[in-house]
Every structure is written in structure tokens, then in C-alpha cells.
């Protein structure tokens, strides 16, 4: 175990008029504040209407915020907070999932495309998704802050010790934070490649998302089996089903993935119309 880390960072990176400012904030910030200056810098690459990237910045953000929130509260621990649900929007409190936050972007896409850029939602899907992983891997980065979301015990040299939750005898165990934050750096840079390197984002509809997809939550699914569960209806659940909540919710995304390459695939390769309509 010579390589194994104690663990035990405090969330809370600074306090400010008796709030506490914590690091996950602050990750899911950075990583959101990233993928609105790469999405922006693609607009522009691509001479598309700054309003354009307005209205979709908007849409975006309530999306995923609202999306990611009641994802948590309502997949999670739905009791509490439908008994409690002022508790719902302290989200400075901590509590967003990744899963919620995904379907809020969908709605977000779905209607920003009806509204203001009348093009499919794959169009849009194949640039908004570029800088996810990226954004995904920063959040993994909080939630390790936090000390929260780690695996099972684990023998291995790089096993970290988390104090502030186990207590000081606690066993080494996966930092399964980390696992997922490289996968979905990987995922950022093959999105990264398939978006600025090659001409499927115009010939190929369909298929930047679902590689991205794909690559985040294949990768979220397997490492999930190396967490422990997060909420006690887990334990149970993978005792008869085999999988956890987490994988569940993974299933349909994965799902959609797959038939977006497939369908993307299936394309021609003619160029896809890039006017704007009058």
C-alpha cells in the first residue's frame, strides 16, 4: 500500500458572510463556464448567429441546473424532499445528478431547436455534447473533493483513504471518482477529434452524441460496480437485479447512443444544409 493516499480534504474551500463556498461548487462551475466558452468559440468558427448561442445559453443552463436538481431529489431520495419540498431548491446545499442533469439538457435542446434555431436536435446535440465529458470530469473531480461517491475496499497501490467519511480506520477504497473523471476526459477528447479533425458533424448527424453517449455512460455503468451504494434501496437492488440505480438510468442513454451512431452510420455523407432559414 505504499502508494495509497489519506484522504481527507475539507469540502469547504472558503466561508463568506457565514456562507461556506465548497470546491464541488466551484468544479461545477469551472466545468460549466469551459464547455459555454467552447460551445460559444464553435458558434463563431462556424459563423453562426450570435443569438443564436444567446438563447442557447439560456436554455442550457436552466436545463441542466433544474434537469441535474430534480434528478437527485426525485431518483434518489424522492420521500424527503416530495415531504420537504422547500429542501428542494437549496441546491447550494449539494445534491445533483448527472443523469437528471442529461434529461434537462435533452428538454433544454428539444426546445431550443423548435424555437430558435429550427435545425434537428442532433445538430445541436453534436455540439453542445463536445466539452460534456469535460464538464463531467471536473464534476467527478467535487464530488471527490467531497469525499463522497467512492468503491468498494480495494488492495490496489492507488486505494485512497477517506477520512472525513469513514473515519480514520476506514479502509483504502477505489477512488471510482477519479476512474470515471479520466473515462470521461477520453470521451472529451475523442468528441473533441470527431467534431474539429473530420466533417461528421455536417455529413454524419447524430453521430458526435452518440459516440459521447456511449463512451460516458458505458463507462459510468461499469464503474458503478466498483461503488459502494449510494442510498440504502441499492443494497437491495443489486441483490436482486443485479444493478444499482445508477446503471438503470445509464441503460437508456447508452441505448439512444448506440442507435445515434447507428442511424449516423446510415447517412450518405451528403453535406448538411448549414443556411439559416429566412
Known amino acids: 500500500m505504499l502508494l495509497s493516499i489519506v484522504w481527507d480534504v475539507d469540502p469547504t474551500m472558503m466561508t463568506i458572510l457565514g456562507r461556506d463556498i465548497r470546491w464541488y461548487g466551484l468544479c461545477w462551475a469551472v466545468g460549466l463556464m469551459l464547455a459555454v466558452w467552447m460551445v460559444q468559440k464553435m458558434y463563431q468558427r462556424e459563423g453562426l448567429p450570435e443569438k443564436w448561442f444567446d438563447s442557447l445559453f439560456v436554455y442550457m443552463m436552466v436545463g ?33 445528478a448527472s443523469h437528471g442533469g442529461v434529461a434537462g439538457i435533452i428538454l433544454a435542446v428539444y426546445l431550443y431547436s ?9 445538430w445541436t446535440f453534436d455540439r453542445v455534447v463536445v466539452p460534456a465529458g469535460l464538464t463531467a470530469a471536473f464534476i467527478r473531480i467535487g464530488n471527490l473533493m467531497n469525499s463522497e461517491i467512492y ?40 468528441c473533441c477529434y470527431l467534431y474539429y479533425r473530420t466533417s461528421v458533424k455536417d455529413t454524419k448527424q447524430g453521430m458526435i452524441i452518440g459516440v459521447a453517449m456511449i463512451g460516458i455512460f458505458v463507462s459510468r455503468f461499469l464503474i458503478e460496480y466498483l461503488k459502494q451504494p449510494q442510498v440504502s434501496f441499492e ?42 432559414k429566412k
Open 151 to 190: 468503491g468498494a475496499a480495494t488492495n490496489l497501490p492507488w486505494g485512497f483513504r477517506f477520512v472525513r467519511d469513514g473515519g480514520i480506520d476506514a479502509p483504502f477504497s477505489h477512488p471510482t471518482q477519479i476512474y470515471e473523471a479520466i473515462a470521461y476526459l477520453l470521451v472529451f477528447a475523442v
Open 64 to 96: 441542466i441546473i433544474v434537469g441535474a436538481r430534480l434528478g437527485h431529489c426525485l431518483m434518489y431520495t424522492p420521500e424527503y424532499y416530495l415531504a420537504n419540498p422547500i429542501e428542494i431548491l437549496k441546491i447550494w446545499e449539494g445534491g445533483l
Open 235 to 276: 443494497v437491495e437492488m443489486r441483490a436482486t437485479y443485479g444493478i444499482d440505480m445508477g446503471q438503470l438510468l445509464s441503460i437508456p442513454f447508452i441505448l439512444w447512443g448506440v442507435w445515434c451512431v447507428w442511424n449516423a452510420g446510415r447517412s450518405k455523407g451528403e453535406l448538411a444544409t448549414s443556411k439559416q
Open 114 to 122: 423548435r424555437k430558435v434555431t429550427h435545425r434537428s436536435m442532433l
